[in-house]
């Protein structure tokens, strides 16, 4: 039996770690292993610590032989000081990360690597005809320039192609997009394991992997240190040639994309994943680290809990005693006054940081949304893509009597916003697909005020049959009777190459070049939404540049412009023209008129 300690057991969004917790849960269930999840550390002999830092702090005291990870840290010095992990083994997801670890000098205990195994039984092959089926380009964090070259290659070999960005789908429509796959080219940055490329293979997908060479072969690796870019990585770390073809270098794209069309009825991708990580063989993998310390795969069978009592962290229940005592004997106060104290003495060294980075430092556009919000009298602010939350902050600061809601799909990016918005007590931030969150709200929150939306265009997303989460927000706002006032975040404004769009990172030109956009889906583009915007809405562009900009914001935070389409929608004709006749509007923005 082993015990289970991991976050994700009650999480209801899909994300890497829950797939390894949910797919091993999968995998102990098939083989018939017993297991509890989540009971006091020493209620088995095997003690698996998946995701939760806290229980680290309690491993040398409890009786149970403990393995860690996969899902704890991304690198050594991110472990809390103090932690001894000299009993437990330490797990990554692929032998390059261990030789990582180890070139760091991770040594406090043994390094093993161990993959999840994957669902074949919900990715499966499609009946589709491969007739009725395309190319799909996946592209997660290289080089934009290198984007480039692979669409224009197939452009030239006349090749019909899809595109998917890493972050801008749901599984739902990932399976969909594979299901109408002939094969995938991979345009993907560094994979400790890689899920959904292994997920692609389940479903029958060959793949050509542009493999990365190193670490820093990406756009989007703050988390590594510059000493460590040019460590050898990969990203497909379990591969082989019945799965397709790998290259590392991108002038033998063209020979490969023949390659992998003329030998296509001869890869084998699925057997590849049922041989090597099926969901049985890699539960009983994992079971089978516990020989290091000398109990067998068989006797955990028969093995049972010691106690039905649940894991529970104890430093931090010990934590807020402490502050519960230093609330009474130094404040004086309750204790809610003494927490917000607290909080504001670790946020104000950031709040001029925070509000200087709003709306990616653009001052006019600052000063276009406070007039927009003041003029029709918004009472509820809505935003997708919360990042970091800096733009969130500034709209909760600036507007502190005005409700605000925002989503954000990555996990990772959500954790960092709550804590940057911890203070402002009229913002819900919220870990949710941005589709739904737009549709709960239209449903929940309809009155006779405008709200001011403010959308993420979401990167380069799904073009499979327009199907751009953009495109869907949007319909479900105009064909609402709520009025609204919609600015749409990193979108193209036509014939101004100085507003970049699709921005990606600030160490990477903010966006693509001019020339990627024949490649980009169309709801990225006016052309793109066109079909869902009567002749009722009107639209708006910027027309400023960025010199002007200077003058409102002298300190701007990137070197450029970032794009922006307006929409107003559903208020009265005297109100629109009252507000097209507010000065910054008339001098800075330009109206765009709809032939629908």
Request: charged share 25%; with cysteine.
């Amino acid at each position: 039996m082993i015990n289970i300690i991991s976050t994700q057991a009650n999480a209801n969004r899909i994300t890497g770690p829950y797939k390894v917790y949910k797919n091993l849960i999968k995998g102990l269930d098939k083989i018939g292993y017993p297991y509890v999840i989540n009971r006091d550390l020493n209620a088995t002999k095997r003690l698996w610590i998946h995701d939760d830092v806290r229980a680290l702090r309690y491993i040398n005291e409890c009786k149970a032989h403990p393995v860690v990870g996969p899902n704890l840290v991304v690198m050594p010095h991110e472990l809390q000081k103090g932690i001894e992990l000299g009993k437990a083994l330490y797990l990554q997801p692929s032998e390059w990360v261990v030789k990582w670890w180890e070139h760091i000098g991770f040594n406090i205990c043994p390094l093993r690597y161990w993959p999840v195994g994957i669902d074949s039984d919900e990715f499966q092959p499609s009946n589709i005809p491969q007739e009725n089926r395309k190319i799909l380009v996946y592209y997660k964090k290289r080089d934009p320039q290198e984007l480039i070259f692979i669409l224009k290659t197939l452009k030239k070999l006349k090749l019909q192609y899809g595109l998917v960005s890493y972050g801008s789908y749901n599984e739902k429509e990932y399976k969909s997009v594979l299901s109408r796959t002939s094969f995938i080219i991979w345009h993907g940055s560094h994979e400790s394991q890689g899920l959904a490329l292994q997920e692609a293979l389940a479903c029958e997908v060959p793949i050509l992997v542009c493999d990365c060479k190193t670490l820093g072969d990406g756009i989007d690796n703050d988390l590594i240190p510059r000493e460590y870019a040019m460590f050898p990585a990969t990203a497909a770390p379990y591969f082989d040639k019945s799965c397709g073809v790998k290259i590392s270098n991108l002038d033998n794209l063209p020979s490969a994309i023949e390659e992998i069309m003329i030998n296509y009825d001869s890869y084998t991708p699925r057997k590849y994943i049922l041989d090597n990580l099926s969901l049985e063989k890699q539960a009983a993998e994992l079971m089978q680290m516990w020989e290091y310390w000398g109990l067998t795969f068989n006797e955990g069978y028969h093995e049972k809990s010691r106690t039905n009592r649940i894991y529970f962290d104890r430093e931090q229940i010990k934590l807020e005693q402490r502050i519960k005592r230093a609330a009474k004997k130094y404040l004086k106060r309750p204790l809610n006054i003494f927490l917000s104290w607290k909080k504001k003495i670790r946020i104000n060294t950031t709040i001029t940081q925070l509000m200087r980075a709003a709306f990616a430092g653009d001052g006019i556009e600052k000063e276009m949304v406070k007039l927009a919000i003041y003029h029709f009298d918004v009472r509820l602010i809505v935003e997708t893509g919360t990042y970091t939350g800096k733009t969130t902050y500034w709209l909760a600061d600036k507007f502190p009597n005005t409700e605000v809601l925002t989503c954000e799909i990555d996990e990772v990016f959500f954790n960092l916003a709550r804590k940057t918005l911890a203070r402002k007590k009229n913002v819900q931030c919220v870990l949710q697909d941005s589709v739904k969150f737009i549709e709960e709200i239209l449903n929940e929150k309809i009155n006779k005020h405008p709200v001011f939306f403010f959308l993420d265009a979401h990167g380069m997303g799904l073009d499979f049959q327009r199907n751009n989460p953009l495109r869907r927000e949007l319909q479900s706002i105009l064909s609402s009777k709520i009025p609204s006032f919609i600015v749409v975040d990193d979108f193209k404004v036509r014939n101004r190459p100085d507003f970049a769009f699709c921005f990606q990172d600030s160490k990477t030109s903010f966006g693509f070049p001019e020339e990627v956009r024949m490649f980009l889906p169309e709801a990225q583009d006016i052309e793109g939404i066109r079909d869902i915007i009567s002749e009722n809405d009107n639209i708006l562009f910027p027309n400023y540049n960025y010199e002007t900009a200077l003058q409102y914001q002298p300190d701007p935070l990137h070197k450029n412009l970032i794009g922006y389409l307006i929409i107003i929608h559903g208020v009265s004709p005297n109100e629109y023209q009252q507000f097209l006749q507010q000065p910054l509007i008339k001098k800075h923005y330009s109206v765009m008129v709809m032939t629908v």
